[in-house]
């Protein structure tokens, strides 16, 4: 269980953030302005109070136009590891997003290790953010919790033994969780690339297929119907 819902009972609601929903096409009247986050989180939590629903989940490999809201998804600069180009502006989401109030927790899927943790302060970026090392399968495999509080940072140390089934963070607000919309970013990787404390979440069209090949489906854990 990675959030406090049963998503075979409790009900969810998928969010489209590609060019193809109408919703964020720049000519709508009114146009939505996804620079306020005030204004964008009453657009998500709307969409999840008019459809009943606890929780907005999706994203994986979808090609979003959310990020041009910030600059930090439109560097092109060589990143300082061995890693792709970064060709073009990074619009290709690589975890599964989970939209639901702010302070909800955050339970650990797996048991594991914390490998590393950070603020990424950026507007647009991680805010708070966690990455759990653990063995899968016989293999390495991390998880990475971005759009954190501030507090679920207290008391960790690299190393430190994580259960599944443990509270490991609660989702964050606005300001402070990267300045989005409260949610919870999961993902899933089988490199690391040398990172600590933070992994590319999302990427460039041209970077997609080499990201896509150590990010996997993060519905891989989370088993939820219709991703």
Known sequence: MLLPFDFATDPYLILDFSATNPDLDPARQPPLNLTDTAAFSDYVFGKLRAAGAQVGVGGYNEHRVIYRRSPHFQQTAQPPYDAPPYDGPREVHLGIDLWTDAGTPVFAPLDGVVHSFQDNANFGDYGPTII?????????????????????????????????????AEIGPYPENGDWPPH?????????????????????????????????DPNLLLRIPGL
Do not use: N
């Not at 016989?138 to 919790?145: E, F």
């Not at 404390?197 to 996997?216: K, M, W």
């Open 132 to 168: 759990l090392e653990h063995q899968y399968e016989g293999k390495p495999l991390y998880s990475l919790y971005g759009h954190l509080t501030r507090p679920s940072l207290d008391g960790l140390y690299d190393g430190k033994p994580v259960r599944a089934g443990d509270k490991i």
């Open 184 to 216: 919870l970013h999961f993902q899933l990787m089988t490199d690391m690339l040398g990172r600590r404390g933070d992994f590319p979440g999302v990427c460039s069209l041209a970077d997609r297929a080499y990201f896509l090949s150590i990010c996997p």
